[in-house]
């Protein structure tokens, strides 16, 4: 991966510091003369201010130069496609939520008792549906063994609509976290292609600016949707409380897919037995289709930063299995328009 801030760290800082203090030295310059023949006295503050005020405006009027506008030309293209990109994994990452339980219904419920307890902390129990109240050795419990805790308490029943639903979702997942990191290392070549055209102050320190001056969108990864379920626990007092939060994130979507297949297979509840898609076995039929693009022939040796997934040929919803003969690996964009068609 490029190291960005390689890139910026060895411009000089020094070329920014002469421009500052040229510019700073020619307003003073200005306004001593001014000075002297209006008879004001100027403080150094104006001066700075002015300065800098100044160097805003030049920052503005390279922004909106003929210079700047050709740059961003030239390299639109491949900002565009990192925009599509980045549109995708923001698709991806629209994860279906687990409703371990059903709406039954809404129900208030306050702490009425008459007894000065310090019970301040029941006013903050979420009564949503990813939290359970519950006791402190359950929370206790849930820490050490976190899958097979959610997996009771949230509901997850170990069945094979059960296990290809959280497939699905480690199977998006995984893909949009893989697709944000070669966003992220696309971005950086292009714009480390293009920082000798472009003047070192404005590299240094309007960076994120050009970057939206050249129009790049981003994918906030923080924003990623790993769903959180949490155990609660509060003493009947309120006196103490303890909370174990288990993330759904990539390596915990891998252990629950993991377990609930061995919960399948012990109970014999299907005869057949397929490939479970977990990130090992992505990584396996990209391997074994050598990390090219089954339909166009794509790969990562002719575009490195070439987001690859993992497709089941006969789709799922129309009887397909997870077998390794109906997997096959995919690029992004035709993996895009393969679903879209599907629709
Ligand atoms: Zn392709």
């Not at 970057?211 to 309120?238: N, R």
Request: hydrophobic share 40%; net charge positive; glycine share 4%.
């Amino acid at each position: 991966m490029i190291n960005y801030d390689s890139v910026i760290m060895n411009k000089s800082n020094g070329k920014v510091i002469v421009v500052f203090i040229l510019l700073y030295g020619l307003i003073s310059g200005i306004f001593s003369l001014l000075s002297q023949a209006l008879q004001l006295f100027i403080t150094p503050a104006v001066i700075l201010l002015v300065t800098s005020v100044f160097l805003l405006l030049l920052v503005e009027i390279y922004f909106r130069s003929k210079r700047f506008k050709e740059i961003k030309k030239s390299i639109e293209f491949h900002i565009n496609e990192c925009n599509e990109l980045n549109e995708y994994i923001l698709k991806l990452k629209e994860g279906e939520i687990w409703r371990g339980s059903q709406f039954v219904g809404q129900a208030f419920l306050s702490d009425t008792s008459r007894n000065n307890f310090q019970r301040s902390y029941w006013s903050q129990i979420d009564n949503v549906n990813d939290t359970i109240n519950c006791s402190l050795s359950i929370c206790r419990n849930a820490k050490s063994d976190p899958i097979k805790y959610i997996s009771k308490y949230f509901n997850i029943i170990p069945t094979e609509e059960n296990l290809v639903h959280f497939e699905n979702i480690l199977n998006k997942f995984e893909s949009a976290e893989t697709g944000r990191k070669l966003l992220v290392e696309q971005q950086h070549k292009l714009i480390s292609g293009i920082s000798s055209k472009i003047p070192q102050l404005i590299f240094k320190f309007w960076n994120k600016r050009l970057k939206e001056e050249l129009g790049f969108s981003f994918v906030e990864m923080k924003d990623i949707h790993f769903q959180k379920f949490t155990f609660q626990y509060v003493s009947s007092g309120g006196n103490s409380s303890a909370k174990c939060v288990v993330i759904l994130d990539i390596d915990n979507l891998n252990n629950l897919v993991i377990y609930l297949n061995d919960r399948i297979n012990f109970r014999k509840s299907i005869k057949g037995q397929r490939a479970l898609i977990t990130s090992y076995l992505r990584l396996q039929i990209k391997e074994r289709d050598n990390f090219t693009c089954k339909i166009c022939r794509n790969s990562v040796s002719i575009e490195p930063n070439l987001l690859l997934e993992i497709d089941h040929i006969v789709p799922v919803s129309k009887g397909g299995l997870s077998s390794l003969d109906n997997l096959q690996t995919l690029c992004w964009r035709c993996n895009r328009s393969k679903g879209s068609k599907m629709i």
